[in-house]
């Protein structure tokens, strides 16, 4: 792979943007932004602002968007920085001006079509290599320079280090592993066990009870993660704890934060359809294959008095006690 490449970000958002603006600083690297919102592309072309986003943040000039999704056809990777509901769909739609050889590299935390990880999704439809990047990345953070961690997960360690090689000299430090299965879910479960969290932080400002709460979400998604086909040591990565602490305990997470609101007893149906919150679609899923394989409750113990908040009537004041209890 020659050291010139082009890189193709779909989607122009928070991770989006701050990705390409850390890329575009590697003068080898030719990065655009592929986006549906004229304003925006029109915005960062001219003034290098994505006012909507990031609106005191000056862009790299070398950063580049359009419209156009025929930059497809000449794109080296692919990131895929949109809503985790919409990526599959989106590339089904593109996949007439897709460079068959692209790496794509997912970016979105949450399950695809028919409550498969979007890797796996993207690996049955299109003939593209596929992997995915996560880590514990605010895109506050990295937008501003400030080192930022993610795992790359991909089967071929070809891949994992053209990857590693994209982001050298970059402030994003990377750590690798062949477990894609592992990285996806992890990626998914942490959103889960942040609500939990955030519940328990409503309700009790205590660092001890914080973290023995946390000990417990920690050692169940491990287990849930091996009985779904990850590894465990996936856990360890910086997509694994470091991700899962980031979004626990840092109130800049919508799903933390989602914990807090159903903590302190200001949570109502409708507050998941004004932001996308995959923790709580997550569960749902997680739940009812479960059940249906007849995984024993007690094996995932929190995340299921977690399915009761959303879906049954509840007592949010027996939360805390209730985990405890297991």
């Known amino acids: 792979m020659s ?3 082009t890189i193709c970000i779909a989607g122009a958002g928070t991770m989006g943007t701050a990705l390409g603006h850390i890329l575009a600083d590697k003068e080898s690297l030719d990065v655009t932004l592929l986006s549906v919102e004229a304003s925006v592309v029109e915005e960062i072309n001219i003034s290098h602002y994505n006012s909507a986003y990031f ?4 862009l790299n000039p070398r950063l580049q968007a359009t419209t156009d999704s025929s930059i497809l056809n000449n794109a080296d990777i692919v990131f895929l920085a949109l809503p985790s509901v919409v990526v599959v769909n989106y590339l089904l739609q593109m996949k007439g001006d897709l460079n068959p050889n692209a790496l794509l590299v997912n970016l979105s935390k949450g399950f695809g079509n028919d409550n498969h990880t979007i890797v796996e999704n993207l690996q049955q439809l299109l003939p593209n290599p596929v992997c995915t990047l996560k880590g514990p990345t605010f895109a506050r953070e990295l937008i501003n320079h400030i080192p930022t961690s ?3 997960g991909a089967a071929d360690i070809e891949v994992v280090d053209w990857v590693t090689k994209l982001f050298s000299s970059t402030i994003i430090c990377t750590d690798s592993t062949t477990d894609v299965t592992g990285v996806e879910l992890v990626s998914i479960l942490k959103n889960i066990y942040a609500i ?4 328990v932080d409503a309700q009790f400002s205590s660092p ?3 973290f023995l709460v946390f000990t417990k979400a920690f050692n169940e998604m491990r287990h849930i993660l091996a009985y779904s086909g990850g590894h465990e040591e996936t856990m360890f990565r910086y997509c694994g704890i470091g991700d899962f602490g980031l979004t ?12 807090l609101l159903i903590g302190k007893g200001f949570f109502s149906s409708d507050i998941p359809d004004k932001v996308v919150l995959e923790g709580k679609i997550a569960v749902g899923v997680f739940v009812d294959k479960f059940r249906r394989s007849g995984v024993p409750e007690e094996k995932y113990f929190l995340m299921n008095e977690l399915y009761k908040v959303f879906n049954e009537p509840y007592n949010i004041s027996t939360f805390v006690s209730r985990i405890l209890a297991s």
């Open 3 to 5: 050291d010139c490449q």
């Open 55 to 58: 609106p005191q943040i000056k």
């Open 150 to 152: 993610m795992t790359i």
């Open 196 to 199: 939990i969290i955030g519940i």
């Open 208 to 210: 001890n009870l914080r």
């Open 248 to 259: 626990a305990l840092n109130d800049l997470s919508r799903n933390r934060t989602l914990g």
